[in-house]
């Protein structure tokens, strides 16, 4: 039986309710300044530890959105951001963001990097949010819809799962191996190359679940409390 909460779950119900859980939210405070105005090299997490930073072809530090709450990305710009060990183990883990899309596509939303070489990433373009594997052996695909996005993608048993907004996953076989991985934000990771996969969006939150899929099953707490912060960021 599945029970349904109609109020308003605590921002730690966003993060597992491991320590290692995190929640980056755009909010004044959050963001490290850089020598420039309007950019930043560093993001606080809001719920849990950790400190998103640049990647080393990022020189010139990550662009904020004038006049709101958010970082902003713009075509071939490399503004990426990682959270360095952001997961333990790639086999079983959920991970997922609120964006907001631009006249461009946004490309390479977040990619799970475990340093073996074979990522595995979120993107969005031509109207379609993948995630994909490089090398093959993934390619999972749904719709891209109107407004601000919530994607999250869920890794366990030998499934990845695909979420957007509040519609059911998708799903399909692919085996990830146990191994530690670091998350990148808006890049493929620390390659200067690539500038062909950086998009534009603006960006609000960054959910990461260690150790726990909060797609594998209907009514999870976690996705719960990610699609409230979804319906707040709309109503804004």
Aim: charged content about 15%.
């Amino acid at each position: 039986m599945t029970l349904v909460y109609h109020g308003r779950l605590p921002p730690g119900a966003l993060v597992n309710h491991r320590a290692e859980g995190l929640w980056l939210h755009a909010e004044p405070g959050a963001f490290a300044d850089a020598d420039a105005p309007g950019r930043i090299f560093a993001w606080q997490a809001k719920a849990g530890e950790g400190v998103a930073v640049a990647v080393g072809p990022n020189k010139t530090g990550t662009l904020t959105a004038p006049g709101r709450a958010a970082l902003r990305f713009e075509s071939g710009e490399q503004g990426g951001l990682v959270l360095p060990g952001a997961l333990a183990d790639t086999a079983r883990c959920s991970f997922g963001l609120i964006w907001h899309p631009a006249a461009a596509d946004a490309e390479t939303l977040l990619t799970l990097h475990p340093g073996d070489g074979g990522y595995l990433y979120l993107a969005a373009a031509g109207g379609t949010i993948r995630v994909e594997r490089k090398g093959g052996g993934l390619d999972l695909r749904a719709a891209q819809p109107d407004g601000p996005v919530l994607v999250i993608c869920g890794i366990s048993g030998g499934l990845v799962r695909l979420a957007v907004n509040d519609a059911p996953p998708v799903m399909a076989s692919a085996a990830m191996p146990p191994a530690p991985a670091d998350l990148f934000i808006a890049c493929r990771g620390q390659r200067a190359g690539l500038r062909g996969k950086l998009g534009a969006f603006a960006l609000t939150d960054v959910f990461v679940w260690p150790g726990h899929d909060c797609l594998a099953a209907p009514g999870d707490p976690a996705r719960a409390a990610a699609l409230d912060q979804w319906r707040e960021t709309r109503a804004l």
